[in-house]
């Protein structure tokens, strides 16, 4: 059973950084992406950044100069740094995983909070 661990999240004031960590269970061989998501309340779940395989990355325009995508494939773990820090960043984040051939695993979420 695949699981994913996130952890990293809280409370920072705006201007501030969070590096958010996903630990995981899925063998680096088998990982197709690795990805992070957020949805703050009353909205949809939205892409935030995410890596491949090969370590290309893509990020949302929102977040683009101020977070980063990270890996350590010999900790299992895949990051996510943010930096300058905005009150609209306030969200639950999710860790996302898709791994050979094409199965989805999702972290619990944790929660960000950004105050102005």
């Known amino acids: 059973q695949v699981q994913l661990v996130e952890s990293g999240g809280g409370l920072v004031q705006a201007g501030g950084s969070l590096r958010l960590s996903c630990v995981h269970s899925v063998s680096i061989f088998a990982i197709n992406t690795m990805g992070w998501y957020r949805q703050a309340p009353g909205k949809e779940r939205e892409l935030v950044a995410v890596?491949?395989?090969?370590?290309?990355?893509n990020y949302a325009d929102s977040v683009k100069g101020r977070f980063t995508i990270s890996r350590d494939n010999a900790k299992n773990t895949v990051y996510l740094h943010m930096n300058s820090l905005k009150p609209e960043d306030t969200a639950v984040y999710y860790c996302?995983?898709?791994?050979?051939?094409?199965?989805?695993?999702w972290g619990q979420g944790i929660q960000v909070t950004v105050s102005s």
């Open positions: 996302k995983l898709n791994y050979w051939p094409s199965s989805d695993a």
């Open positions: 890596i491949t395989r090969g370590g290309s990355t």
